[in-house]
């Protein structure tokens, strides 16, 4: 069974810190590459970060360099997504995904995802 959930997600304030986590179907965690995208009220949704299994290498949006960290913890089948300074164009529904090729940064080529968890970063 495929199965992704989030958690994590909250109200706070601009500069405040969140974790999120995305909890996986043991099916789900063995695929390839495993990510989290956003999607603000009336905009696409976009890629923040992911993490390849092959080689556990973690790549990260430019918006959020230094900022964020992707991370994996293969005891939990869970990956998680540490956001510190936050700002409010964080403001968005966060969703993990999964898919089982090479594909990192692209929407359209994961195959499952997650319901997705708000976050609202007040200013």
């Known amino acids: 069974q495929v199965q992704l959930v989030e958690s994590g997600g909250g109200l706070v304030q601009t500069g405040d810190s969140l974790r999120l986590a995305c909890a996986a179907s043991?099916?789900?965690?063995?695929?390839?590459?495993m990510g989290w995208f956003r999607q603000a009220p009336g905009k696409e949704r976009e890629f923040v970060a992911a993490?390849?299994?092959?080689?556990?290498?973690?790549y990260l949006a430019n918006s959020v360099k230094g900022r964020f960290t992707i991370s994996r913890d293969n005891a939990e089948n869970s990956i998680y997504l540490q956001m510190n300074s936050l700002k409010p164009e964080d403001t968005a529904v966060y969703y993990c995904?999964?898919?089982?090729?090479?594909?990192?940064?692209?929407?359209?080529?994961?195959?499952?995802w997650g319901q997705g968890t708000q976050v609202t970063v007040s200013s």
């Open positions: 995904a999964a898919n089982n090729g090479d594909t990192v940064v692209t929407a359209k080529y994961y195959n499952y």
């Open positions: 043991e099916r789900t965690f063995s695929m390839n590459v």
């Open positions: 993490i390849r299994r092959r080689d556990n290498s973690a």
